[in-house]
């Protein structure tokens, strides 16, 4: 009896683990998987030669799927008609089926990119390639090199890099319409590429910042990048590809009659030398003005008197490019004056302040301009009008931490139809220099190429540039903090500007240097630095 009793409290002891066992809890499921799917089986084999078989099925160890699959699959050389790839969805294999007639004796590859995913974590197999030739062997020569952006400090990814064969058909328009004979991408931030499995012979080497994807150059939307030469396969040489964005070639769209007496004429191009006459027959009297608009490519046309003509026709005149352009009229409503001031708010003390016009401004009167401070002090004024962007322009000394109101009495503006300006009124403020940054930047060169020094924000648009002074100084001033990047252009045409390329010319773009680092300028800080380009 008393061996019975001393069992009793083991078997408490007992019942009271597996209620301990039956709490309630979040298992924590073991280790997450992070290795990628692995492959099992190729049917035909990768790497095969003698291809003749129209399907192709990849078996894997796990269940995979394809993720963002028609952006990253490059198929080299491109078919025709693309592959039937499936399932999508999960699966051990992946079928590859050839609706295309394959050329004899070619290498072809089938780089996924990063589209092959294990179905749980989505571990990618990082750019399969599947290889096969329809001749006896499997071409092995290799290409490579890295990708630039002339006006960015580095290229955006990914970028299509594309080789044509250069043989006796070969045309550099074919980049505008007809897809290479090989084709790979940028595999991550380095900006480098290698086109492998090639064939021995001649290639023109282009790259291409595509919008659709479509392996061919569509200069309105693409970036592209090219060797100037013809290059020599097999090589040792690396290359170096600049993208750029083409200026688009000058032509000029049907004009639109908007109103009454105003007529929009909408372009593309290099319009320097464009003319617009009018040829139909009209009164005497009648007179035009045409200004450009100050955010698109459009030209504004305004005459006087109306016409009754029910059409028009203008000629437009560009360099060697001539168009015949006809207008039907509308019975539109006429536009009256109307003013409004581009610069308001804050501003720099040696900002000009614009006011721009709906209709053509001819006349600007400043004694009609009044400037008052916040001490109520009247400042002196200067102003002009800009004809070509339909601007007036109002100058006028500032100092740190004050406020002006600017105010245009009746009749300071007259338009081309002598309406002149009601009463206008705004306001703007300076802030205390101490507010601003500065950087002092010596550029030190060897060569005598004329240089552009710009500085710019982080979205790349320049903020303020500067030539270099005989000391090959530049001083920026006035600067909100923040971060900068400074660059140079090698103004190798000493035109003042930056010039883009141009392919079918074989013309590269003017070389951007960027300082090696980001700027972070301070709110009252000076900043000091030297640029060497040698």
């Not at 940028?186 to 590429?193: G, K, P, S, Y």
């Not at 083409?246 to 032509?251: D, T």
């Not at 002149?420 to 705004?426: H, V």
């Not at 303020?464 to 530049?474: D, G, K, L, M, R």
Request: charged share 25%; proline share 6%.
């Amino acid at each position: 009896m008393k061996h019975r009793l001393l069992y009793i409290p083991i078997a408490i002891l007992f019942l009271l683990s597996f209620v301990d066992c039956a709490k309630k809890g979040t298992p924590s499921g073991g280790k997450k998987d992070s290795i990628p799917p692995v492959i099992v089986k190729s049917v035909p084999e990768n790497f095969s030669i003698n291809f003749t078989d129209s399907e192709i099925r990849i078996y894997f160890d796990e269940y995979i799927k394809l993720k963002n699959l028609q952006s990253n699959l490059i198929i080299s050389p491109p078919l025709k008609y693309p592959p039937v790839i499936t399932p999508l969805s999960t699966s051990k294999f992946i079928k590859i089926k050839i609706s295309d007639t394959l050329l004899p004796n070619t290498t072809y590859s089938f780089n996924f990119g990063q589209s092959i995913v294990d179905n749980n974590e989505e571990n990618a197999y990082d750019y399969f390639k599947y290889v096969f030739s329809t001749g006896t062997y499997i071409d092995s020569l290799k290409l490579s090199g890295n990708i630039a952006d002339a006006l960015l400090a580095k290229p955006e990814s990914p970028t299509t890099i594309l080789l044509y064969e250069v043989n006796e058909t070969y045309k550099d328009s074919m980049v505008f319409s007809e897809k290479p004979m090989y084709i790979t991408s940028t595999r991550d931030t380095t900006n480098t590429f290698e086109l492998s499995n090639l064939k021995e012979g001649n290639y023109k080497l282009v790259a291409l910042k595509e919008k659709n994807n479509d392996y061919t150059f569509q200069p309105k939307t693409d970036k592209i990048g090219f060797v100037e030469q013809v290059i020599t396969l097999p090589t040792d040489s690396t290359y170096q590809l600049t993208l750029f964005k083409e200026n688009p070639a000058y032509s000029i769209t049907r004009p639109k009659h908007v109103s009454k007496n105003h007529i929009l004429f909408g372009f593309e191009g290099d319009i320097k030398e464009l003319s617009i006459d009018l040829k139909s027959e009209v009164a005497a009297e009648f007179e035009s003005r045409l200004f450009h608009d100050l955010k698109t490519d459009t030209l504004h046309y305004w005459f006087k008197p109306t016409v009754e003509n029910d059409s028009l026709l203008f000629v437009a005149t560009n360099k060697e490019v001539t168009d015949s352009l006809n207008l039907r009229i509308r019975d539109l409503y006429k536009d009256s004056l109307s003013v409004s001031a581009i610069t308001t708010g804050v501003v720099l003390p040696r900002d000009t302040l614009k006011l721009i016009a709906n209709t053509p401004l001819v006349a600007i009167d400043a004694e009609k301009i009044k400037i008052i401070d916040k001490d109520s002090v009247q400042i002196p004024a200067s102003a002009q009008l800009n004809t070509k962007y339909n601007l007036a322009e109002i100058a006028f000394p500032k100092t740190e931490e004050q406020a002006y109101v600017i105010q245009l009495l009746p009749g300071a503006l007259t338009d081309f139809y002598e309406a002149q300006n009601d009463s206008i009124r705004f306001a703007v403020r300076t802030k205390v220099a101490s507010d601003y940054g500065t950087l002092s930047l010596a550029v030190n060169s060897a060569d005598s190429i004329p240089k552009i020094v710009q500085l710019v924000n982080p979205k790349f648009k320049v903020i303020s540039e500067q030539i270099p002074s005989a000391t090959n100084t530049v001083y920026f001033d006035y600067i909100i903090p923040g971060n900068y990047y400074v660059r140079i252009v090698l103004d190798k045409n000493r035109n003042g500007i930056w010039d883009t390329g141009n392919f079918l010319a074989k013309l590269q773009p003017e070389k951007i240097i960027y300082y090696p680092v980001q700027l972070e300028i301070l709110a009252n800080w000076s900043l000091n630095e030297t640029f060497n380009l040698d």
